[in-house]
DNA sequence: GCCAACGTTGGC
DNA sequence: GCCAACGTTGGC
């Protein structure tokens, strides 16, 4: 299997995990992407591909589980045709949250783009590096 | 609230 | 096409 994983990030603030859960099966447009980075990782994603769904600024760790349930698509938030963005859904929680200092402290994970890449929205996520963090969160897959 | 990192913009 | 300026992100 070739699966491949990514990771979300938000602010709680402007979209919380609470806020992405109560929109259920219907998932939401992940829109305001403006990076062309992230926009590709999004333009690669599969139907079914999971992620996990960071809170940034505020809360600093790892709280649930995602997949994408619309492919890439024009974002509908800009005029712009460079942007496009996914759907996704709240799968599940993460039973214990994986906060980010505990993710740079596993050495395992030091290459980990949350590490690298502190900046960038949408990232990939090796499956070495999600089976790790889902057992750090105690999530049984 | 500060500030470093870094991506994007725009002038040349 | 380069690169400086600027704006934004995000950890602390």
Request: glycine share 6%; hydrophobic share 35%.
């Amino acid at each position: 299997m070739s699966e491949q994983y990514w990771l979300f990030k938000s602010e709680p603030k402007t979209w919380s995990w609470d806020q992405q859960k109560a929109k259920g099966e219907a998932g939401e447009t992940w829109t305001g992407v403006r990076n062309y980075l992230a926009r590709n990782h999004m333009r690669a994603m599969k139907i079914g591909d999971r992620g996990f769904y960071y809170h940034s600024n505020e809360g600093l760790e790892i709280v649930g589980i995602v997949e994408v349930c619309a492919l890439s698509h024009p974002d509908p938030t800009t005029e712009d045709p460079r942007w496009d963005c996914v759907d996704i859904r709240a799968v599940r929680d993460m039973p214990r949250p994986v906060t980010l200092k505990a993710i740079k402290a596993n050495p395992k994970l030091s290459d980990m783009s949350l590490v690298t890449s502190m900046r960038l929205s949408v990232q990939p996520v090796k499956p070495d590096e999600w089976a790790e963090v889902c057992r750090m969160g105690e999530l049984e897959d």
